[in-house]
């Protein structure tokens, strides 16, 4: 059972990452502020090594990666602990998932993110044993051989071409999951033209709202704002709304993971696709909310918009008033601001989760590992 925040709070040891800024926040307060978080996850993991449910590894392979993110070690005991328990869902496939689960892709996608981050964590302490090689080798075969793409009996003229759904081929794809495919393949060591990649970047491209050569779905040109929705699978879906003409309305969070997939997958900033991103995500930027959806899935959208400029070496934000922002600085000052006694984050709006404090921490502290403040 979790342990209580008195009985092992502990002083974590804030190893630097390779990221800064140019603007970076106010260090005392990225400091305190993921001390705090850190802290909270190490007193909320169960003694199995998981967090929120041992059932499955999605939300505890989140927390894992968020630590090893904020700089712990792979051999620290809560981190340690928490490998092993994602471990025990390695299947004969190579796929990490849950018995029964409906969540095979997404959970694969996450795991494979840690093994990689673990690997790298110990290659940093002088150990280039890199012990999870063979899982993510095994896990990426695995989310290849599920992705849609032939195997599944589709040609690339086909909406679902190239995505990833929770439970890959076998249901509708959307960006989230295909996000998440596209930075687990990444993780691997796939290179940017691989027809996986490349297969993900063609359903990206028709997730967006810009009509192009690219993407000449039937929603492409209802909206052409340059922002992305969640699929254009099975008659297209957006959790943002549709407008009177059966637009389908473009969200922060799908925006951002959309803009991070093209450059992942080797766009350039010179792109119309890219350009047409980072307009849309600039025009409505705001910390208050993500746009479009107001509260839900904030957290989310925190992760998604830091990793994504940080991607595109984006210091400043510049709104559609014109205003300049550091956005790293800013991010910093709002989650210290929306952090809770006890070091944790929790969504009211409580949609995807994000009602977990142990899954929407892990989101909080995946963000700030882009916010590292510059060295001096």
């Known amino acids: 059972m979790p342990r209580t925040l008195a009985a092992t709070l502990v002083v974590v040891s804030l190893l630097g990452t390779t990221r800064s800024a140019t603007a ?16 909270f996850l190490r007193n909320s993991q169960e003694d199995d090594g998981s967090w929120t449910t041992s059932n499955s590894p999605g939300i505890s392979g989140l927390v894992v990666f968020s630590l090893l ?33 409906k969540h095979r892709n997404y959970e694969t996608c996450i795991s494979l993110l840690v093994f990689g981050r673990a690997n790298a964590a110990l290659a940093r302490a002088g150990d280039d044993s890199a012990p999870y090689a063979k899982r993510i080798v095994a896990a990426e ?9 032939k195997g599944e009996g589709i040609e690339d003229t ?32 796939v290179k ?53 003409n059966g637009g389908l309305r473009s969200y922060g969070s799908m925006t951002y993971a959309g803009l991070k997939s093209m450059i992942y997958a080797g766009l350039t900033p010179e792109d119309p696709r890219v350009k047409a991103a980072l307009e849309w995500a600039e025009k409505n930027y705001t910390l208050e909310e993500n746009p479009g959806m107001g509260q839900v899935g904030k957290f989310y959208y925190f992760h998604t918009l830091a990793k994504s400029l940080s ?6 934000v ?12 800013e991010l910093v000052a709002e989650l ?15 949609r995807w989760y994000e009602g977990d404090p142990n899954l929407a921490t892990a989101y909080g502290l995946m963000a700030l590992a882009y916010c590292e403040p510059k060295a001096e």
């Open 24 to 39: 970076g926040p106010d260090e005392a307060t990225f400091k305190k502020t993921r001390t705090a978080a850190v802290n």
């Open 69 to 101: 993110e904020s700089g712990l070690p792979a051999d620290d005991p809560t981190v340690a602990k928490g490998l092993k328990h994602i471990e025990s869902f390695v299947r004969d496939n190579g796929g990490v998932y849950a018995e029964g689960s």
């Open 141 to 149: 075969k695995f989310l290849k051989d599920i992705q849609w793409d």
């Open 158 to 189: 086909d909406v679902n071409w190239g995505g990833a759904g929770y439970g890959g081929g076998g249901n509708r794809p959307d960006l989230s999951n295909t996000a998440f495919l596209i930075e687990a393949l990444k993780e691997a060591g």
């Open 192 to 244: 940017e033209d691989d027809p996986a990649i490349q297969a993900a970047l063609v359903f990206v491209s028709r997730t967006q709202n810009l009509e192009s050569e690219h993407n000449q779905t039937e929603h492409a040109a209802k909206i052409n704002d340059g922002g992305f929705y969640y699929t254009p699978a099975a008659g297209g879906q957006t959790k943002a709304g549709t407008t009177e």
């Open 311 to 316: 991607t595109l070496g984006k210091e400043t």
């Open 318 to 329: 510049t709104d559609a008033e014109g205003n300049e922002h550091q956005w790293r600085a």
């Open 336 to 350: 210290a601001e929306l952090q809770k006694g006890n070091g944790a984050w929790l969504n009211e709006a409580s």
